[in-house]
């Protein structure tokens, strides 16, 4: 598509449920980002995925956190057993090879756990 | 990565040319200087992205002295729609983006 896709853009949950979040990269961009966004804060890293490589799953805050990217193309955010500190919003983004080139963010999911 | 230091907030009047100071001490050589831009409720975009000297484009101008431990972000004479957050970053190769927490532009009318 024209950029870079993410549903649902709104997700109300009940603490203990377990979400999944989808990101649908721009075509052919072989790098994804996951970050995630507090109100008023700035963008944490969660994981990243390039091409065939093993992801970087250095920014995922516990293993309650998981993501997967099927055929190099979309990805899903899980969160297993939400709290409420989990609410936040979830930003993909998608670069055709890293930083230097640019990303584009989708317009994120926004998590709300009660 | 180097490590970037931004004002937190600025404030300016329409129709002013607005800039904002970025400080990467400890940039590397190969590392680019790259600003984007945050809407309220929507994801950052890239606005302009240097390495050295002057670079511009149809949103924004990039200074970069010639040490470049510092680079300025121009808005060139602003409106009600520039308030965002904007963000300075040190970029290597396909290495990850860290972002901090941005300078929050408001602009009055």
């Known amino acids: 598509g024209a950029g870079v896709s993410q549903s649902p853009s709104n997700k109300v949950t009940e603490k203990g449920k377990d979400v999944e979040l989808r990101c649908d990269p721009i075509?052919?961009?072989?790098?994804l980002y996951w970050y995630r966004q507090s109100l008023g804060q700035g963008l944490e890293f969660l994981i990243y995925?390039?091409?065939?490589?093993?992801?970087?799953k250095s920014g995922l805050p516990s293993d309650r956190f998981s993501a997967e990217r099927t055929g190099g193309s979309v990805s899903t955010l899980t969160i297993q057993r939400t709290q409420q500190e989990d609410s936040a919003v979830y930003l993909c983004?998608?670069?055709?090879?890293?930083?230097?080139?640019?990303?584009?963010f989708g317009s994120g999911t926004r998590l709300t756990v009660v | 990565l180097a490590k970037t230091t931004q004002p937190i907030s600025m404030d300016s009047y329409e129709g002013q040319e607005v800039n904002i100071t970025c400080s990467h001490n400890?940039?590397?050589?190969?590392?680019?200087i790259t600003w984007y831009q945050q809407f309220p409720s929507q994801g950052p975009r890239f606005i302009i992205q240097?390495?050295?000297t002057k670079v511009t484009n149809e949103v924004a101008s990039l200074f970069i002295p010639a040490d470049r431990k510092s680079s300025t972000l121009s808005l060139p004479r602003v409106s009600l729609s520039d308030t965002a957050v904007y963000y300075c970053?040190?970029?290597?190769?396909?290495?990850?983006?860290?972002f901090g927490t941005g300078t929050r532009l408001t602009i009055i009318p």
């Open positions: 983004a998608s670069s055709q090879n890293g930083g230097l080139y640019g990303y584009t």
């Open positions: 075509s052919g961009h072989t790098a």
């Open positions: 995925f390039q091409g065939n490589s093993a992801p970087d």
């Open positions: 400890n940039i590397a050589t190969n590392d680019y």
């Open positions: 240097g390495y050295k």
């Open positions: 970053l040190v970029v290597f190769g396909n290495e990850k983006l860290t």
